[in-house]
């Protein structure tokens, strides 16, 4: 009963390295997102995608890549971070563009120093 | 920009005492979805209105959607220290948005 799993969960970057951040739901979930939160500012949608194959842009995607090679997995990629790009990250699936519930992963705590 | 507000963005309060969160649309919404995010935690979903001038309760909690689709409430009567988190609206009418939520403290 898994749900949606993100890995890792802590990590520091210094300005410039690389990372990808992994996102994993056993629901058979078509639709799949990446938010960031940071303080004052809610959730923001960086990414997400609708399906197999196909990924799009959100409401704050510079910085950011995407992929989504199989159904259960979306990847966020973070070519050369930026201290700006410190947050919280948040994965999360649903079956259908809230009109259903979206669960979420527990997050991802980056800071880049 | 941000299409779904929500006022206010802190709000501390005597445990016992009632608590509201407004959420406001710049456009007309199909249904509205709130969530509860416990400190440290991921938002985790609470409930969904879909009909004008809906009004549903979870226990303590009462839920609101405006009769024009723009705007809704989250009522909590009697505020217990469990009830502390950020409480996020999510709107959908062209894309899905989440409210820049109402981060809630309630104190012994």
């Known amino acids: 009963n898994a749900g949606v799993t993100q890995t890792p969960k802590f990590r520091v970057l210094k300005t410039g390295q690389s990372m990808t951040l992994l996102c994993a739901q056993d629901m058979n979930h078509e639709y799949m997102y990446w938010y960031r939160q940071d303080p004052g500012m809610g959730l923001r949608l960086i990414h997400y995608?609708?399906?197999?194959?196909?990924?799009a842009k959100g409401e704050a995607p510079d910085g950011y890549n995407v992929s989504r090679l199989k159904k259960q997995n979306f990847l966020l990629g973070l070519e050369s971070a930026a201290p700006s790009q410190t947050s919280v990250y948040f994965c999360?699936?649903?079956?259908?563009?809230?009109?259903?519930?979206?669960?979420f992963g527990q997050g991802t705590r980056l800071t880049v120093v | 920009g941000q299409q779904v507000m929500q006022i206010p963005q802190y709000q501390h309060v005597q445990e016992g005492e009632d608590f509201t969160t407004y959420c406001n649309s710049s456009?007309?919404?199909?249904?509205i979805q709130w969530y509860k995010q416990r400190p440290g935690g991921h938002p985790v979903f609470l409930i969904q209105?879909?009909?004008?001038?809906e009004v549903k309760k979870q226990k303590r909690l009462t839920f609101q959607f405006g009769e024009a689709k723009k705007n809704s409430s989250l009522h909590i009567t009697a505020t217990q220290t469990t009830d502390v988190g950020t409480y996020f609206c999510?709107?959908?009418?062209?894309?899905?948005?989440f409210g820049t939520g109402t981060s809630l403290t309630v104190i012994p």
């Open positions: 999360a699936s649903s079956r259908t563009v809230g009109r259903t519930e979206a669960f």
């Open positions: 999510a709107g959908r009418s062209n894309q899905f948005y």
């Open positions: 456009t007309t919404l199909s249904n």
């Open positions: 995608s609708v399906g197999e194959g196909t990924t």
């Open positions: 209105l879909v009909k004008s001038g």
